[in-house]
C-alpha cells in the first residue's frame, strides 16, 4: 500500500484538516467521521461542535450542538462529550429518545434519534 503525502491527504480529509488547524491539534474525543456525515450541508441533521474557551487555557471541544430539520419542524440537541449524555430541546422529548440509547456508540444514537423523530 503507498503513503499519501501531505498534500494529498488535505485534498481527500479537508474536514477533519480543517479541525485539525482550528484546533491546533486532532482532539481524540471528537467524532470527526460524524461531524463529515453530518455537516451544515446535511439538511435532515446536522451538528457542530461546542468549544469552550476558559481564561489562561487552550480551547477544548466539549460536546456537540445538533439541528435535526423535518419539513418545517426544528429540534435542538445538545451532546454533551465528558458524560456521553444528550439534552433535547424541547425538554418533553428527552425520555421518548434517550430512555434507552446511552449504550450505542455516537453514530448510531443519531440514526436512532433521526429513526425515532422521523
Not at 491546533?24 to 463529515?36: A, M
Not at 477544548?60 to 430539520?69: K, L
Amino acid at each position: 500500500m503507498e503513503a499519501l503525502t501531505i498534500k494529498q491527504q488535505n485534498e481527500i480529509y479537508p474536514l477533519v484538516n480543517m479541525f485539525e488547524e482550528t484546533f491546533e491539534q486532532f482532539d481524540p474525543n471528537v467524532d470527526y467521521d460524524c461531524l463529515r456525515k453530518y455537516d451544515e450541508n446535511n439538511t435532515h441533521f446536522s451538528m457542530a461542535i461546542i468549544v469552550e474557551n476558559r481564561d489562561d487555557e487552550q480551547e477544548h471541544v466539549i460536546g456537540y450542538n445538533c439541528i435535526y430539520h423535518y419539513d418545517t419542524h426544528r429540534v435542538k440537541l445538545e451532546y454533551d462529550i465528558a458524560i456521553g449524555c444528550w439534552k433535547i430541546f424541547p425538554e418533553e422529548l428527552s425520555n421518548i429518545l434517550f430512555n434507552d440509547i446511552q449504550t450505542l456508540k455516537l453514530n448510531e444514537q443519531i440514526e436512532l434519534i433521526i429513526k425515532r423523530l422521523d
